[in-house]
Each structure stands twice: as structure tokens, then as C-alpha cells.
């Protein structure tokens, strides 16, 4: 991009065009005129003071401030001058419309500050293009999976492999700074490799085989609780199911409703909970018609006082608290993939960011399926898949505030 180009396509406005023919230089500094066309005339509208300079370097404060051309500051502490002829910044100067008083003056992003972050972007993108070839490679040396459970995170790793290989942004936790990506990546391989070396392992163990250095069993440590989270939500089961026995977590899964786990009936007669451990290694069916998906545990807690009504209305009532873990997930696939008496599900949850997530989770989860979705709106209304995506504003209210009671809840399952 030339400094013509910079200087039109980032600040000039519209219908207004360089003066070309009263451009001049004073030393390392070009002043462009700046032109506006009317109906009847040219009319001068501003102009942009900067120059071609390009620094080798620029400190950090200067770089947050003017991270984009975009960016317009009256003032600046520092030396502008200098800033100024080494093409860090530039000043633009608008005019009032007799084209001589001055209206306003900015400083803002220099065509050599611009140039200096495109190459340092370009050397960046470069890196992570290395840094992929490399990880694609290491991936490529692995031994191939002989247990069921080392194929299934196999095959995510050429899931992940295909969409480097492609340049595709590795695509769980865009937040994540790049370095921790990377370094979630490098988890996934040696996850892997002591998978199928060993049946159980320790979670040190995952670092130190890995690397083989002094160090290496913690070079995971910072970022154990999410890597673990993102590892299960990637495998959709425990982390625990590839061997790990010191991640330190069960996963409850509360209900309230007829449940069946092979001979043994669980009646809706209260809360109970099982384990994501249970629910991973048995197969459970119900013979509700009504499956309740409640996010809160206060929201199950006062169905589960109404037994009558659980019996009668043909409910089971499952609490995701807040957060759909693999164990959720797989009991609610089964249930509604293999469980001819349900008809309907119904969704409920708060009305918050978090809220929306998991809504939309569910609503991935249970496509496919044979049965009417609703979802409970923050005004009390039953809503389809179609009007929550096309109509629902996230707010701050919680499903507490409408607990409802038994009329409510049969006029949801009969709307």
C-alpha cells in the first residue's frame, strides 16, 4: 500500500480527494491538501501532515495507543515531533468551511507505524505457519491408536491437523492467547502419546513423558482446569476415560423422575444424583413422556417438591447447573435417541449470556430427534427453536424469578 493509498482509504471522507498539485515536502515531512468536491466547487477540508519513515522501532505505550488507523488523539505525551518525522504518527488538520481556520487537529496512526505493524504481523503469521508445519509434523509421528478411546481423540488430532494444514485458526477458545493455544495443542499430543502407552497415568505424567526434560511435568500446571474442561469438551466424555486418575473431579448430574439403569428404578420421589463416571459406563431409559431440561438446581428442587405432579404430567427433570459437561450430554442423548415414550423436551434456563450457551448447546444436541423442543421465555411463554434464535435479547434475569407451580408448568407441556 503506497502513502496515497494509506492516506485514502483510512482518512479521507467522502467525495473528498487529494490535491496532487500542492503537495510539498519540508525535510522527512509530506503535506497532502486535501480536497472536497461540491456541486459548484473545490473546497480544501483538511490536511495530513506525515511522513515515509519507516521505525525499527516503537515502544509498547505508543503501539497500544495507536493500535489502529482509526484511532484519533487531540494530544499525545511524548515528543510528536519526533514521533512525527520518524513516521510513527501523523497529524490531520481540519478545516473550518472557509478551508483556512482550523476546526479540529488529530494525531493519529503514521504510514511508518503502519507499515512497522503490518511486517510484525506478517512475521507473526509466518511464525505460527511454522509453528503448525512443526506441530502437524509431530502429530504425523505418532503411533496410531489401538484402544477405542485413544482413536476417538486420534481423530480429533486429524480433525485439528487437516484445519492447520489449511490455515483454519485452531477453533475452541479464540480468546485464549495464541501462546496458550499452542501450548493446549501440544497437550492434545501428549495426551495422546502416553493414552496408548499406558491404561492409567498421573497428570504429571502427561508433561514429563511428553517433554523428557527437567521441568516438563509442569509445564501444564498453570492452565490444568482448563485444558482438562476443553479435553472433555472436544472427546465429549471425562478426561478421566483416557486414564487420567488425579484430575480430582466427579461430575453430579441431578434428577428428579422415573429413571431405569438396567434393573434398578429410580422413582420420582426426590432429588437424586449420578455420576459422570456412572453415566459414561451404563446406559439409562425412562418411561416419561415430558424430559425437563432446568438449568439451576433451585428450579428442579421446587418440581421435585410437587411429586404428584412429576407423576401424573410424566416428567423427568434434569439439571445441567450452569455448565453441559460430557455426562449431561450423554445421558440426554440417550434418552432421547432411545426412548420411545418421550415426546417432548422442555427447555429452561436463565436469560443471561451464560444462559444462551447452553440453550443453544441443547438445542445442537437434541436435532435429529423425533420429539417437539420447546423453550420457557423470560415472559413465561413456550417458545420454538426458531423464535429463541430469531427473538431472545440475553438479559440478567434468572429462572428464579419465575418458578411458576404446577398450572404453569401443565399449561407449558400442553401449549
Excluded at 492516506?7 to 490535491?19: A, R
Excluded at 485439528?160 to 477453533?171: A, K, M, Y
Excluded at 453415566?279 to 433451585?298: D, G, Q
Aim: glycine share 6%; with cysteine.
Amino acid at each position: 500500500m503506497t502513502i496515497e493509498q494509506f492516506i485514502e482509504h483510512y482518512f479521507l471522507k467522502t467525495n473528498e480527494v487529494i490535491d496532487t498539485l500542492y503537495i510539498y515536502q519540508e525535510g522527512s515531512i509530506t503535506t497532502y491538501p486535501i480536497m472536497k468536491k461540491t456541486p459548484r466547487r473545490m473546497m480544501k477540508t483538511a490536511e495530513i501532515i506525515i511522513s515515509t519513515e519507516i521505525p525499527t522501532k516503537v515502544t509498547a505505550d505508543v503501539i497500544k495507543t495507536f493500535h489502529s488507523p482509526n484511532v484519533r488523539k487531540t494530544s499525545f505525551q511524548g515528543d510528536v515531533s519526533a514521533l512525527m518525522e520518524k513516521g510513527i504518527l501523523l497529524k490531520e488538520v481540519r478545516f473550518k468551511k472557509d478551508g483556512k481556520t482550523v476546526e479540529n487537529m488529530y494525531y493519529r496512526m503514521g504510514y511508518g507505524l503502519f507499515q512497522y505493524m503490518e511486517q510484525r504481523n506478517e512475521e507473526k503469521r509466518k511464525q505460527e505457519q511454522e509453528w503448525n508445519q512443526q506441530w502437524r509434523q509431530r502429530k504425523q509421528e505418532l503411533s496410531l491408536p489401538e484402544k477405542e478411546i485413544s482413536i476417538s481423540l486420534y481423530q480429533q488430532l486429524t480433525k485439528i491437523e487437516g484445519e492447520l494444514q489449511q490455515n483454519i485458526v485452531f477453533p475452541y477458545k479464540q480468546r485464549w492467547p495464541l501462546q496458550k493455544r499452542q501450548l493446549f495443542l501440544e497437550f492434545l499430543l501428549a495426551a495422546y502419546q502416553i493414552s496408548w502407552q499406558k491404561n492409567s497415568y498421573d497428570w504429571k505424567e502427561i508433561g514429563a513423558v511428553y517433554y523428557q526434560t527437567i521441568g516438563g511435568s509442569k509445564m501444564f500446571d498453570p492452565h490444568k482446569k482448563d485444558f482438562l474442561d476443553t479435553l472433555e469438551e472436544i472427546m465429549d466424555m471425562p478426561p478421566w476415560t483416557l486414564g487420567i486418575v488425579s484430575t480430582g473431579t466427579v461430575t453430579p448430574i441431578f434428577f428428579c423422575g422415573p429413571l431405569q439403569e438396567g434393573s434398578i428404578h429410580y422413582p420420582a420421589d426426590t432429588v437424586r444424583a449420578l455420576t459422570d463416571l456412572a453415566v459414561v459406563h451404563n446406559e439409562y431409559t425412562t418411561n416419561a413422556s415430558v424430559l425437563w431440561l432446568v438449568e439451576n438446581r433451585a428450579v428442579l428442587t421446587r418440581m421435585a417438591a410437587e411429586p404428584e405432579f412429576i407423576l401424573s404430567s410424566g416428567s423427568l427433570v434434569i439439571g445441567v447447573d450452569g455448565q453441559l459437561r460430557s455426562g449431561h450430554k450423554k445421558i440426554i442423548r440417550s434418552l432421547v435417541h432411545h426412548d420411545d415414550s418421550l415426546k417432548q423436551v422442555i427447555i429452561w434456563t436463565d436469560y443471561d449470556e451464560a444462559g444462551k450457551i447452553i440453550s443453544d448447546t441443547l438445542f445442537d444436541l437434541l436435532k435429529g430427534s423425533h420429539l417437539q423442543v420447546k423453550w420457557i421465555s423470560p415472559q413465561g411463554e413456550v417458545w420454538t427453536e426458531q423464535q429463541f434464535s430469531e427473538t431472545f435479547t440475553v438479559t440478567n434475569h434468572e429462572q428464579e424469578e419465575q418458578l411458576g407451580g404446577v398450572d404453569i408448568w401443565k399449561k407449558w407441556i400442553n401449549s
